[in-house]
């Protein structure tokens, strides 16, 4: 579903990404470990297109990103949801409006019809009544349920989680990863999820990678990463401040 | 010695490739602009944030400055015996130059901000890249109708700035002043023309487009969190502001 061959990217002389890949398969669930200024967050915008390569490609159900038009990109986009770290939900708008947002710009559906499929979707990530208040009226951990809500609501086919955990107290973190599990289940859909709390990464993920200095430097199952012996990633997976990875 | 050349050289560096990525923004502004999707709502919604709302500042500065306008010239002109040209002079002021400079300098400072600020939040909080997720485009949807708004509105505003500000100056010219009101009246009309009206409508929706171009460019490419949203609501504003006094200059000349 996703191939990422070879991704070289770099901002001015910081150069983050050096030589990524990494592939996941359909109905696969990815997580992406690693601390920050790995170049998690630089990763997943190039698998939906929010940055382009300096080298390497990101190939998205046998498009490659680079090659493509304004529009193809778009028709891409479409089968794409994304839950923003900060949920990045629009101010302006009530949480319904903001929930069909994609339905509203890409379909001919009325705004009643809208907001019953908003409505459903709020549903599904355990919201209720809450359709006509505004995001800053929202909690942490409502904001990202909305989110989610957004980026299932035009039935996307791979989901993107940048850092979902992140910001949440533990419980209410722990029920967001639930609900992504629970939504993979439910909707069948791609996960690719970065995050650099292992918890959440055990819980959600098929697979796990971890990048270090702009490469996958290991990939496994859960239980592989857990018992891994790379001395990189074991001092990332047990929070120790002692081992090759320094504080910056 | 090499300093401060270095210094100058990476001032006009900087200078120039900001000039060369405000071009290139209205370059794209423009293509968007003339290519569907057209988000009709998003642009009523703007002309009455932009304009509509801007109608109080604008009345107060227009009509205050009609009023002092006749007052200060009153003084001046009664030195010579000519207090009757007051009419002619504040008509003329408004129509070429106060109206339209004036209510695009009032607009830069309260919608060109309000802009600058909205946008840049949004970068910074990534609901411009939730846009793009969600396979729309932000120029279409966030500058362009910021962009139209601005440049229509701004038409309309200094329309009424003209209007208002003659209007003051009326009223302290022949209520205040006691200046004979046919007199002032006939001083007006006779020394303006229809021309003098259109070349200061010309102005503003120049300096209309300025302030919804330097608004969105600056809230657009906002970098940094809060201080990178302060930082681009006042280089909105002064870069707009600027813009309009020396741009006011070259249509000045240009429109003759």
New interface residues.
Partial sequence: MIEITDLFKSFGSLQVLRGVNLAVSKGESVTVIGGSGSGKSVLIKHIIGLLFPDRGQVKVAGQVLNNLDAQQLNEVRKKFGMLFQMAALFDSLPVWENVGFGLKQHTKLSDREIRKIATEKLALVGLKNVEDKMPVDLSGGMRKRVGLARAIAMDAEIILYDEPTTGLDPITADAINDLIVDLRKKLGVTSVAITHDMHSAYKISDRIAMLYKGEILETGTPDDIKNTTNPIVKQFITGSAVGPITAE | MTTWLELIGRKAGNFIREMGAVLLFFGQTLRWTVSSPFYLKNLLKQMEQIGVNSVPVVLTTAISTGMVLALQSYTGFKRFGAQSLIGAVVSLSMTRELGPVLTGLMVAGRAGAAMAAELG??RV???I??L??????PMKYLVVPRFLASTIMMFFLSATGMFVGIAGGYFVGVKVLGTNPVTYMNQSINNTEVQDIWYGLIKSLVFGAVVGLIGCYKGFNTEGGAEGVGKATTGAVVVSCMLILILDYFLSALLW
């Fill in positions: 939040t949004m909080t990534e609901q890249d939730a793009y997720t969600l396979a729309t485009n």
